[in-house]
């Protein structure tokens, strides 16, 4: 039997004697590819199963909260920026380099390889400098994200709470699942109307505390 269906017997099998049958369930393939195996189609799907363990997608979570998309669209408009400036450059360079090889028959050669090395330390100069440019939009970038996932954190933690899990985790750390369990959507929603596009947001915002802790699954 192929690895992939013997995944899906098995988790179907423990839905089955679960109890769960009208859930989805998921199979992660390779790079997190997800394969959905709907066992009732008369029973409307279920938005959140009260469970210990919650998955999120992390990517998507991202890339798909208006935090994200701010910081995807200014990251694109300075990289469109950064493109044209390059461009410019390279055109100046370029005239620059063809300037110098019309000159060259008439140019003494001391005084046109003192040229041609200042060209060149110029050309790199320049290409270090944007380099340096590019960097830096992708370590913003890499600071946005850590801004983010810091910011929704207690979001996500309260969401935990209130679901009555104990604990949320990468889907692409999962291999079988009930797609239930999934709650990227969710926390989407409340991440967004929690910090929005994140202009507003305070970093090293305390964590939520729950509210009652004496529950059954609350941390102890």
Known sequence: ???????????LAWALATG????????LGP???????????D??????????????DIE???AQSEFGERLA???????????????RLADALRAEELDLAERRPDMDPAAFRAEAEAFDEKAEAIR????????????SLSQGREAFFEAARPVLGQLMLDSGASVIMDRRSVLVSLGAIDVTDAAIGRIDAAIGDGLDT?????????????????DP
């Open 202 to 218: 305070t970093p090293g915002d305390p964590p939520m505390v729950d509210p009652d802790p004496d529950r059954p699954g609350a």
């Open 128 to 139: 270090q400098a944007q380099d340096a440019k590019e960097r830096a939009l992708q370590q």
């Open 1 to 11: 039997m192929p690895r992939r269906l013997q995944l899906a017997t098995l988790a």
């Open 43 to 56: 029973t409307p799907p279920t938005i959140v199963l009260q469970s210990q363990i919650l998955t999120v």
């Open 60 to 62: 998507r979570l991202f």
């Open 73 to 87: 669209s200014e990251l694109r408009t300075e990289q469109e920026a950064l493109s044209d400036e390059n461009r």
């Open 31 to 41: 790079q997190g590819q997800q394969d959905t195996f709907p066992l009732d189609d």
């Open 20 to 27: 769960s049958g009208a859930q989805d369930v998921e199979v």
